[in-house]
């Protein structure tokens, strides 16, 4: 899998990463399957959960969506049948301009590609392809226990309504030759610190069967 077929998916994830502030401090968490994997990935059990099984066949769900306006994007990405998003979690606790999410996005086999390369190159071909982006794009190289996996840091600008909205994205790249797996986090940048140990716990989570 080449670097810019990677960012093409990926993209799509962050593109999805308005949203946000609430309270974590979440004691418990429920484990998710992630469609189209062996993976699962534990979540505040706090948070609400949006697949597009969910979607397409709750009419109570689609009622809820109807109901949070702010969501209805998400939802809407999610709806096509061959979607690369296969999961999207909120902390949709308190109001605000933004709701705190994160998504798991397939993007196909590695291709061979090492997570040392990708960190090489993805900050510069995010900045290059993705436009939103503002300021230094971070990676690094870091071990999960479901294995390497590339961390990447950026600000983004998001437009929604005639407004603008500064968001922070964290994302880990987890290359796998089945399935490459990306959980992309967002968050308003004044709560990315104090949401950051739940991040990490989130992508520490990640899980795959035989």
Request: aromatic share 8%.
């Amino acid at each position: 899998m080449a670097v810019t077929r990677l960012l093409a998916v990926v993209v799509a994830a962050a593109s999805v990463g308005m949203a946000v502030a609430a309270p974590v401090g979440a004691a418990t968490t429920t484990r998710y399957a992630i469609p189209g994997t062996s993976a699962t990935i534990a979540v505040p059990a706090s948070w609400t959960a949006l697949e597009r099984r969910t979607l397409t066949n709750s009419a109570a769900f689609r009622r809820f969506i109807d109901q949070n306006p702010a969501l209805q994007p998400f939802a809407q990405q999610m709806a096509g049948a061959n979607s690369p998003i296969k999961l999207m979690v909120f902390d949709v606790r308190a109001g605000g301009r933004f709701v705190t999410n994160a998504n798991v996005v397939l993007s196909g086999p590695s291709g061979g590609l090492t997570p040392s390369r990708a960190a090489a190159v993805y900050g510069r071909e995010l900045r290059a392809q993705l436009s939103v982006v503002r300021g230094p794009v971070t990676t690094s190289v870091v071990r999960l226990p479901s294995g390497p996996a590339v961390r990447a840091s950026y600000k983004a600008n998001y437009t929604s309504n005639g407004r603008t909205f500064t968001v922070q994205t964290i994302q880990y790249l987890v290359l796998r030759r089945d399935n490459t797996v990306v959980v992309t986090f967002s968050t308003a940048p004044a709560e990315a610190a104090r949401r950051n140990a739940v991040f990490t716990a989130m992508a520490r989570s990640l899980r795959f069967g035989a």
